[in-house]
């Protein structure tokens, strides 16, 4: 498995719908082999992420953006299922509170951003606002701008906007890592009718969602246009085949993986005199009765 291959080549004019296909498997034809490599990975994330938590100098931000049901939910359930729950947490950006629209589009983010230490993982971000709000633009009227640049020039501020603020996360240790979810427009549906026939799955349904489904070539260029101008050297998008849960699952945690070992993580050292310490707590210890 080639991590580059899912890369969106940064300033590049790549199309999705002819350059990445939601159904793509690579060389795991069997569904077993994949989930046999996956439980894997999960194992080697679990021990990446304890010596992240133990180093406490990096922290690692997980960045999901898909249209609805491509899988986010069940990704981040499956690939973190044997993370320590005291090492990450997850946040999910819906619309925005008075409260949040009170302060500038990056700040209900910001303000969830990993510690040091941390896996911190956004289904749905700040990304939105160049995503959502692009296709919807009537939303901006609601964002109480001081100026509004016309036409265009809003998103080119916007993504002049994130790609800074990602640089900064960069240089002061939180790795940035963005996985688009590419669902087929069939397989949504396929995967919308399965919630509406499952009484278990109506609480995952909204009417919404298929409402927005008429809007599907518009977030196509929208997306198109967020890959071309934000996947960066220090940032890259990941475009992730996501008709096959099942592969979408091991090559998102084989990324996070391979991320993680790129940091060459190590636990704390201790100074001599701390050594000292501890060879003298260990004798207390074994001199009790």
């Known amino acids: 498995m080639?991590?580059?291959?899912?890369?969106?080549?940064?300033?590049?004019?790549?199309?999705?719908?002819?350059?990445?296909?939601?159904?793509?498997?690579?060389?795991?034809?069997?569904?077993?082999e994949a989930v046999k490599k996956l439980q894997a990975n999960i194992e080697k994330l679990a021990e990446y992420q304890d010596v992240l938590y133990a180093q406490n100098t990096y922290a690692l931000l997980i960045i999901f953006q898909a249209m609805d049901a491509a899988g986010k939910d069940s990704t981040i359930k499956h690939v973190m299922s044997g993370v320590n729950p005291q090492g990450f947490q997850v946040f999910s950006f819906k619309s925005p509170s008075a409260e949040e629209l009170d302060h500038d589009y990056l700040w209900r983010t910001m303000k969830s951003l990993p510690e040091r230490g941390r896996i911190g993982i956004f289904n749905r971000s700040y990304y939105e606002e160049v995503l959502v709000v692009r296709v919807h633009p009537e939303i901006l009227l609601n964002q109480q701008l001081p100026h509004h640049p016309k036409g265009n020039q809003i998103w080119k501020q916007r993504f002049h906007e994130i790609n800074n603020f990602e640089k900064y996360l960069v240089h002061n240790g939180i790795i940035v890592l963005k996985f688009f979810l590419n669902v087929s427009k069939s397989e949504q549906k396929k995967r919308f009718l399965q919630r509406i026939e499952s009484p278990e799955k109506h609480w995952k349904f909204s009417v919404n969602d298929v409402r927005e489904r008429a809007f599907?070539?518009?977030?196509?260029?929208?997306?198109?246009?967020?890959?071309?101008?934000?996947?960066?050297?220090?940032?890259?998008?990941?475009?992730?085949?996501?008709?096959?849960?099942?592969?979408?699952?091991?090559?998102?945690?084989?990324?996070?993986?391979?991320?993680?070992?790129?940091?060459?993580?190590?636990?704390?050292?201790v100074s001599e005199a701390y050594k000292q310490e501890l060879l003298q707590a260990k004798y207390i210890l074994e001199q009790e009765e």
């Open 216 to 269: 599907w070539d518009e977030y196509m260029k929208a997306y198109e246009e967020v890959f071309h101008h934000t996947s960066t050297e220090h940032a890259p998008w990941y475009i992730i085949p996501a008709d096959h849960k099942w592969y979408t699952r091991l090559v998102v945690a084989d990324i996070i993986c391979s991320k993680l070992k790129e940091l060459n993580l190590q636990y704390p050292t």
């Open 2 to 32: 080639k991590h580059d291959d899912f890369i969106f080549p940064a300033g590049s004019k790549v199309s999705l719908l002819k350059h990445y296909d939601p159904a793509y498997h690579d060389a795991y034809h069997d569904k077993a």
